[in-house]
T-cell receptor
Framework: NAGVTQTPKFQVLKTGQSMTLQCAQD?????MSWYRQDPGMGLRLIHY???????DQGEVPNGYNVSRSTTEDFPLRLLSAAPSQTSVYFC????????????FGPGTRLTVL | AQTVTQSQPEMSVQEAETVTLSCTYD???????LFWYKQPPSRQMILVIR??????QNATENRFSVNFQKAAKSFSLKISDSQLGDAAMYFC??????????FGDGTTLTVKP
C-alpha cells in the first residue's frame, strides 16, 4: 500500500493564481482531512470529509475549496492564492470512529509570492 | 470550540533520562480521543500514543506513557529512557466523534547525548 500520497511536494505560485493540491489514499478510509502548518505552529484543520460526497469546514476554510467524489481522492483547491497561504499542507485519512489513527501524507510546501 | 494548549515550546532531556511533555485541552464533550504525534525534521507525522476519554487507565506504548486527568483536562506524555531518535516536535491532538481534530502548537524536544 502506498498509504496517503500528495502531489506536488513543492509549489511556488504568484498572488492570484489558482491551483489544486492532490491527495489520494489506498486504505479505503472514509475520513479524510486537510491541514495547514505554519512555521513553529501546529496543524490547523482546513476542511474534512467523512465520506464520498460529504465535506465540512474546519478551523481555517477561507480561500480553499474541497470536493470528495470518490473514497480515494480528496483534492484541495486554492481559488486565488495569497501570500498568507504560504504554508505546508498535509492531507490525512483514517477509518471512522474516535480512535481511528490518522495517516498523514508527506506534505506539500507551498510558497505564494 | 475545542482548544489544545502545549505550554512548553521547547524541552530538553539527557539521553536515558525521563521527560514529560504537558498538554491541556478544553471541551464540553464527554466522548473524545486524545493523541500524541511526533514530527521529526522529515515533516512526517507519526502517531506515538492515543487515549480514549472514557477509559481511566492510562495508555502505554513501550517507553511512552500518558498521564490522563479527565477532570483537569490534562494529557501529558512521559518518555522514559530517552533516545537520540526521540528528538522531534511533539503535538498533542484532540479528536471529536465527528472526526474533527484540533492540534496544539507543539513542543520541540532536544535529546542531549
Amino acid at each position: 500500500n502506498a498509504g496517503v500520497t500528495q502531489t506536488p511536494k513543492f509549489q511556488v505560485l504568484k498572488t492570484g493564481q489558482s491551483m489544486t493540491l492532490q491527495c489520494a489514499q489506498d486504505m479505503n478510509h472514509e475520513y479524510m482531512s486537510w491541514y495547514r502548518q505554519d512555521p513553529g505552529m501546529g496543524l490547523r484543520l482546513i476542511h474534512y470529509s467523512v465520506g464520498a460526497g460529504i465535506t465540512d469546514q474546519g478551523e481555517v476554510p477561507n480561500g480553499y475549496n474541497v470536493s470528495r467524489s470518490t473514497t480515494e481522492d480528496f483534492p484541495l483547491r486554492l481559488l486565488s492564492a495569497a501570500p498568507s497561504q504560504t504554508s505546508v499542507y498535509f492531507c490525512a485519512s483514517s477509518r471512522p470512529g474516535l480512535g481511528g489513527e490518522q495517516f498523514f501524507g508527506p506534505g506539500t510546501r507551498l510558497t505564494v509570492l | 470550540a475545542q482548544t489544545v494548549t502545549q505550554s512548553q515550546p521547547e524541552m530538553s532531556v539527557q539521553e536515558a533520562e525521563t521527560v514529560t511533555l504537558s498538554c491541556t485541552y478544553d471541551t464540553s464533550e464527554s466522548d473524545y480521543y486524545l493523541f500524541w504525534y511526533k514530527q521529526p525534521p522529515s515533516r512526517q507525522m507519526i502517531l506515538v500514543i492515543r487515549q480514549e476519554a472514557y477509559k481511566q487507565q492510562n495508555a502505554t506504548e513501550n517507553r511512552f506513557s500518558v498521564n490522563f486527568q479527565k477532570a483537569a483536562k490534562s494529557f501529558s506524555l512521559k518518555i522514559s529512557d530517552s533516545q537520540l531518535g526521540d528528538a522531534a516536535m511533539y503535538f498533542c491532538a484532540y479528536r471529536t466523534n465527528a472526526g474533527k481534530s484540533t492540534f496544539g502548537d507543539g513542543t520541540t524536544l532536544t535529546v542531549k547525548p
